[in-house]
């Protein structure tokens, strides 16, 4: 038998798994959270036929399942056309490489005879998660992130309170991990796409 609690952690699953698939189809997480979406309709599955006495109760049960199911409908689009754009700008890179070859070696040897600056890229290092700027470093980040996702039509991204959010919780795993280092958060564009990098290195 289902209870009250039950359905309230069901809930709160469910919109914890959004914000994940949010920040995935954002470009900020690599990995798509398939495995807590898996786990939740499991879950599910599994109390298909549960018994919820209360009659309000068991309409929300039953709304919130039409609500992942609906979720789970939209998060295989967005993944499939992710995807499909993925392949799309593979095709096109094969299909340039032949004429791009063919002026390598000429580009390069420009390239060695007269060296270009490597390009600036903005950044924003973190010291530790009581650095005192942390908001205002965040914020640039955040900027950085929104204008790359602007200039290449991907529209707007997460607010900048779940942005910073993601940016702390990847710092206290750094940090963790690399105790006593600093964290340097960079975006930069692959593929057409916006991304978030994070790099740990020794203190200077």
């Known amino acids: 038998m289902l209870k009250e609690e039950d359905i309230k952690s069901l809930e709160e699953r469910i919109n914890i798994l ?3 698939y949010d920040l995935f189809l954002a470009g ?7 495995k807590g ?3 939740l309709g499991k879950w599910i599955r599994g109390h298909t036929a549960s018994e919820i006495v209360n009659s309000s109760l068991r309409f929300k049960y039953n709304s919130l399942v039409a609500k992942f199911n609906s979720f789970n409908n939209y998060w295989d689009r967005m993944v499939r056309l992710r995807e499909e754009a993925r392949a799309k700008i593979w095709d ?5 490489h032949a004429s791009q070859t063919a002026t390598s070696a000429a580009a390069a040897t420009a390239a060695a005879a007269h060296p270009k600056p490597a390009p600036r890229q903005n950044g924003s290092v973190f010291l530790s998660l009581e650095d005192k700027d942390l908001e205002a470093k965040a914020k640039k980040v955040f900027d950085d992130f929104t204008a790359a996702r602007a200039k290449t ?6 607010d900048f309170a779940r942005f910073k959010s993601t940016i702390e919780k990847q ?5 963790d ?14 593929n057409g796409k916006a991304k978030l990098k994070a790099v740990a290195r020794t203190k200077s």
Request: charged share 35%; aromatic share 6%.
């Open 37 to 39: 979406r898996e786990e």
């Open 153 to 158: 039509g991907e529209g707007a991204g997460p």
């Open 18 to 20: 959004k914000k994940d």
């Open 177 to 190: 991990r690399a105790p006593g280092s600093e964290v340097e958060f960079k975006v930069a564009v692959e």
């Open 171 to 175: 710092l206290q795993g750094l940090f």
């Open 92 to 96: 096109k890179n094969a299909a340039t």
């Open 28 to 34: 900020i997480l690599k990995l798509e959270p398939y």
